[in-house]
């Protein structure tokens, strides 16, 4: 019945949202208004799928979590961009606080227990794990070439004409070598989509939207992700805009059971928006500066190389923003078997600029280090406020086993929500098995992974 009666709110909602586009006084009001749609769009489709009977309890603790963290996306993108004044109060109602209240009826506090089959969560079907670990191509049903050889020139032209399929199995655009100035998006009607490329250095998809030059946080991203079930192969996402441009996403997933194998994210504040919902990510590379892998999904990494890059002076870098801002989200960000290393940039300025594994942008942010290497670059103190006192003690912030320099605990913050992780049985909560419910769909990715930590 609560969820009902979020559902009725949030179409209404969503109705008069669409109706207050003409009330946008400046284009960045309009920017702003015009992420609000998409979310609001999302929102109602996660209650929708809430509301289905044979979800499981962790389904509909993500799918809450993911309409919570749209509408929280939808007030910031005013915020950042100066504009909250007049469009945003217009737009305000009491979806979030409804939504707020499913979850705490719906969260019995029970875990949830992720098996592995051949180094990927069960979750991902056999069919997806042998496209991800196949060391030839995937046989596409399309073909992206810049030099004409294939079916379409551009990425955008080639998902074009995959929406227009019938059917929503497994669809494959092979993005042959090239780099690719395109702002790309996978809406959420995009079921089951994969791009493949011809491996990281060699297929690269760019843009250089930002904050900085007017677009808001959530869509600066160059490629940017909402249909279920998309993977990503051997394909470098990147944002050029500069550090001096502020907010500059290279990719953004909204995806529930979203995989990416073998890729990059290239950036600097910003690089790599976890939006929301379930994401698992093995073997990929992460570049940049300020908060840059950052968002209120639930995701792990795995066997994952994280290079922090040389900031502007004055700034700090900061690897990961969890934001999580209710206590019953099911989400966080968990790190695992991993390194955290200076990039080549950062390497000879290594003494003057500070590097924390992490810092609270929301009040019960949730991030986990498990058996990670962290470099010398990671200051002794481990993690950063975000205001003074905020969050100190709602956050949680873990670290299990990790090794090299970096990783020595002595000095780190005493606040209330920091642990260091002495239990198994606690730092598996935030295994591939347990946290994004890998069981029930990596296997079909074909993407390996390990079920323990």
């Not at 843009?207 to 998309?230: L, P, Q």
């Not at 990503?232 to 441009?245: C, D, E, H, V």
């Not at 955290?340 to 290594?350: F, I, R, W, Y």
Request: net charge positive; glycine share 8%.
């Amino acid at each position: 019945m609560a969820m009902q009666v979020a559902m009725e709110r949030a179409l209404t909602a969503k109705t008069h949202n669409k109706e207050l586009g003409s009330k946008c006084r400046t284009e960045r009001e309009k920017n702003a208004w015009a992420d609000c749609l998409k979310l609001y769009e999302s929102t109602v489709f996660q209650l929708n799928q809430t509301l289905n009977q044979k979800c499981s309890n962790v389904d509909t603790q993500t799918w809450l979590s993911t309409a919570l963290t749209n509408l929280d996306t939808c007030r910031a993108g005013f915020t950042e961009l100066g504009v909250s004044d007049f469009v945003w109060p217009l737009m305000s109602n009491n979806v979030s606080k409804l939504i707020s209240n499913s979850l705490a009826i719906d969260n019995n506090g029970s875990s949830h227990n992720q098996t592995y089959r051949n180094g990927f969560p069960t979750w991902v079907s056999p069919g997806n794990r042998r496209l991800l670990q196949s060391s030839k191509t995937p046989t596409a049903n399309l073909v992206v070439a810049k030099d004409g050889s294939g079916n379409y020139r551009t990425i955008k032209a080639a998902l074009d004409a995959a929406a227009r399929r019938s059917g929503s199995g497994r669809y494959v655009i092979h993005v042959k070598r090239g780099v690719y100035s395109e702002n790309i998006e996978i809406g959420i009607n995009m079921k089951n989509i994969m791009l493949v490329g011809d491996g990281l250095k060699n297929t690269v998809i760019t843009g250089n939207r930002s904050v900085g030059g007017g677009s808001t946080t959530y869509d600066s991203a160059t490629v940017a992700v909402i249909g279920e079930a998309f993977i990503a192969r051997g394909i470098t996402f990147r944002n050029t805009a500069g550090p001096q441009n502020q907010q500059a996403v290279a990719l953004r997933s909204d995806s529930d059971h979203s995989v990416f194998y073998r890729c990059s994210f290239e950036g600097y504040q910003d690089t790599l928006f976890v939006h929301s919902q379930r994401q698992f990510y093995k073997e990929c590379y992460i570049y940049g500066t300020v908060d840059f892998i950052f968002g209120n999904a639930a995701v792990v990494f795995q066997n994952c190389m994280i290079y922090a890059r040389k900031p502007i002076p004055g700034q700090q870098n900061v690897v990961t923003s969890q934001g999580r801002t209710d206590p019953n989200q099911n989400t966080g960000i968990s790190i695992h078997n991993s390194r955290v290393m200076a990039a080549s940039d950062l390497k000879p300025v290594l003494s003057s600029v500070k590097t924390y594994l992490g810092r609270p942008w929301k009040q019960y942010s949730r991030t986990v280090y498990l058996r990670t290497y962290l470099d010398s670059l990671v200051d002794p103190a481990g993690w950063l406020e975000w205001d003074g006192s905020f969050a100190l003690n709602t956050l949680y912030y873990g670290e299990y086993m990790n090794l090299g320099p970096g990783s020595k605990t002595g000095h780190r913050v005493k606040w209330g929500g920091y642990r260091l992780i002495t239990s198994a049985t606690e730092a598996s909560r935030f295994s591939v098995a347990n946290f994004i419910a890998g069981r029930s769909w990596l296997p079909a990715t074909s993407v390996p992974y390990t079920s323990s930590v």
